[in-house]
């Protein structure tokens, strides 16, 4: 048999048909289903008369429109927002969909209640009309994003019309230095390959480093192979994976466990797999980063100064000068002088219990600087564990404000948003115009360096604040 | 869906590059519950000015190109979220055909389930689009599926590769869905195999 990829692999495993010129009909093993990309696809099969062909796999929540205040059980004030959650509640109980309605603990961003629920396994092909579906290949899991007609073709046959993506190998090897996050791996890596250096591949990232992360870190990297271009990222499933899912809710038990391990294993690159594209990047090499474009690809180490439009080339020449227009920024500027208004810690990207840790050990016994910060957890199981440890207090102390979980500020569908000029240092994933608010500017960074962005009221090199302090 | 066949039309210039779909249709448009009725909000904020007018120099709102058909933009066009809103908007505008060096993944595929046709040119072909459009109303554009080919307003031919399925579903305007629920038997198999060999899923 000839080696595969990890890929290779677990599409192999999926394939149900496959026509003469490659293009495959791919089983999907989970479906999740958001409020904003669903509505058309759930009218898209009463229209035809077409059911839901496999409720037990599909997982339905709101997270996109959902308030993040504390009084959010009084209802939705925007009219189409309601009306947009309103319709997933609708089109989840008529189709019998496994469902978290927002009153439910267990509520929160898709991409972190799938894994918290035990509903991201190994091996799984898993889709959701959202592009950050990519984070579940932290568990060796094949996800991606997809429109709404593709989500109401998987609602009514289970199956995608697919055809293979490229194979790209990241490799991050050593160790990280101190201060250094599994997203600024991900933003470095963005940084060297461009928004489009993923183009047509499926992203799997390995190396010493990789492998010295945490499911969480995995997680985040993994969010952020779309905005490399890539359809997925992967990351091999080990005994960190299996001792993240043991026991949680939907999560093989008994026998049926044994039988998912001894598979499981076998979810690995062979040795002599095929590699379409290699990037290696050394772990010492990474240093804390921040944004300081409109694209994610404009990626920085925190020590360096805003570049000017003459340092690029082609197309990048505008853009960069647009983005610059955009960001109120200067050439030359060091980015550890950019004042800061606002602190958003949260998402998919940076929005579970590991993240919030690691913002509070730098928020612990501080004050703020800025206007106004927020934390919003990922989950309700999120939330209710950060209080449990202590973290919430640490960050009410802080004057951070404490929030429902949701996607909140980083895409800034609900009420929370940026004003034109004002300047967010944020844990989420995009900065592009308007993307947290019209005429808004994003700097997207860890969630340690957005806590000490937090603290001095600018970009702040968070191993200033933890000198002489083991990381 | 339309079927897409042959396009005789204006081509309107965009060459910045990661064109995103925050751009293509900001997030309070991602609200609405209906496919159609997002042309108006297509580029919401480079197009229009806080007060609701309109930016005069935004190339939609200028006169040559408030009726194109054909987009000619910079590199890694779509880029960003997999809202289906942004080809949606575009259709409803009356964009039928986006021309550039490359796109983002899911929105190229989204392209396809709407009848909007694609296409991934060299840079230097892209370029001379690019240099037709920047003549507006005094050169059109006509793009052929069928026959793979653009032809420029000189006269001048520039082929382009399309996946065949794809091309086939264009051409014909076919229903995915339809298509796929005729190997409903294969899906009854892949299923009951899966279920004895992975039956945690």
Redesign the interface.
Known sequence: MSPKTLYDKIWDAHV??E?E?G?C?L?I?RHLVHE??S??AF?GLRM?G?GV?APE?TIAVPD??VPTTLDRAKGIE?E??R??VE?LDRNAREFGLNYYPVSDVRQGIVHIIGPENGWT?P??TIVC???H?ATHGAFGALA???????V??VL????L?Q?KSKNMKVEITGQLRPGVTAKDITLSVIGRTG??GG??YVIEYCGEAIRALSVEGRMTVCNMA?EG???AGLIAPDEKTYAYLKGREH??KGA??D??MA?WATLFSDEDAHWDKVVTIAGEDIAPVVTWGT?P?DVLPITGTVPAPEDFT???V??AK?SLDYMGLTPGQKLSDIEIDTVFIGSCTNGRIEDLRAAAEILKGKKIAVKRAMVVPGSGLVRKQAEEEGLAQIFQDAGFEWRLAGCSMC???NPDQLS?GERCAATSN?N????QG?GGRTHLMSPAMAAAAAITGRLTDVRELTAGVDA | MDKFTTLSGIAAPM????I?T??II???F??????EGLGVNLFD?MRYR?DGSEVPDFVLNQPAYRDAQILVA???FG??????HA?WALLDFGIRCVIST?????FY??CF??GILPIVLPEADRDACMEDAERGANARIEVDLEAQQITLSDGRTIPFEV???RKHCLLNGLD??GL??E??S??DA??SR?ASD????
């Not at chain 1, 592009?432 to 993307?435: C, H, I, K, L, T």
């Not at chain 2, 490359?102 to 899911?106: G, V």
């Open positions: 149900v048909h026509a010129d293009t009909l089983y093993d904003v990309t509505p058309q009218e035809a077409r062909r796999k996109h429109n925007n189409e927002s009306i947009q319709a396994l091996g799984m009309g959202d592009s579906t991606h994003g997809i429109g709404t007609s593709e109401e073709h009514a046959t289970q199956t019309i055809k928004t489009a183009t047509g779309i271009g890539a359809r999560a093989p049926d466990w039988k998912a598979w694209s690809e082609g197309g990048k505008g853009a647009r895409l800034a569908m034109p995009r592009f115009e308007g993307r019209r | 060459p910045l590059v990661n995103d925050d751009m900001p997030k309070q991602l609200k609405t519950i209906k496919r904020e806080d910079g590199d890694n880029c960003g979220s997999s809202r289906e080809p490359s796109f983002a993944d899911i595929n989204n389930k709407n996946d065949p399925w995915d869905i796929t629920l190997k409903a294969a899906i892949f299923e899966a992975r039956p945690w899923v």
